[in-house]
């Protein structure tokens, strides 16, 4: 279960960042950036935060409601688009979304505690990575929430324009469903065109 371990370790203001669809064949990436008060969040609301990984569907809608509600959450959600990861790559995008997630915030952090072992250049303030650290942060843990909720409803809306592919379900990863359709009604502008099978297309 997340904890406040590794905010408490920093001075000021802490913010996790988290990311969601690195690994989807279609879609943007979305980033999130979230900062807890933890002297106003209530045990009932951080006993519903986790990593967005280990949730179902229902308690992630729930939680990203409920953390809104609370208002002990500032959070931020950006996005890089597919033509910016054809474009840059997929770790470069990551980071573009994850600084636009960060500057979007309506107060700026002294550090930010980052999902994973590398942090995106260029913040603006100290970075400290924790792999594994939806599961170890509460800031991390609400950011992924954010992201992950934000990137689904977005793939089930585009879902309804691009029928066939599956995304209400697979939310753009490489399911059977999703590969039968490409084979069949071949790639979208929505589809990441660096990423294979879509470069032999």
Known sequence: ????????R?????????????GPLA?????????????????KLLRMIDDS????????????EAMIVSGVVQFAIAEASVEEIDRINILQATFLAMRRALQ???E???VVLVDGNRAPPQLGCRAETIVGGDAHSYSIAAASIFAKVARDRYMTRLAEAFPG???????GYGSAQHLDALTLLGPTPHHRMSFAPLRAM
Not at 165 to 171: F, L, M, T
Request: overall charge positive; aromatic content about 10%; some cysteine.
């Open 1 to 8: 279960m997340p904890s406040f371990r590794f905010e408490l």
């Open 165 to 171: 592919y599956g995304w209400e379900r697979n939310r």
């Open 104 to 106: 979007a915030l309506a």
């Open 27 to 43: 879609g943007p990436v979305y980033a999130a950036a979230a900062v807890i008060d933890r002297t106003r969040a209530a045990r």
């Open 53 to 64: 990984k280990k949730l179902s569907h229902a308690q992630r809608e729930e939680t990203y």
């Open 108 to 110: 700026q952090p002294e």
């Open 10 to 22: 920093c001075e000021g203001r802490v913010a996790g960042i988290d990311e969601a669809g690195r």
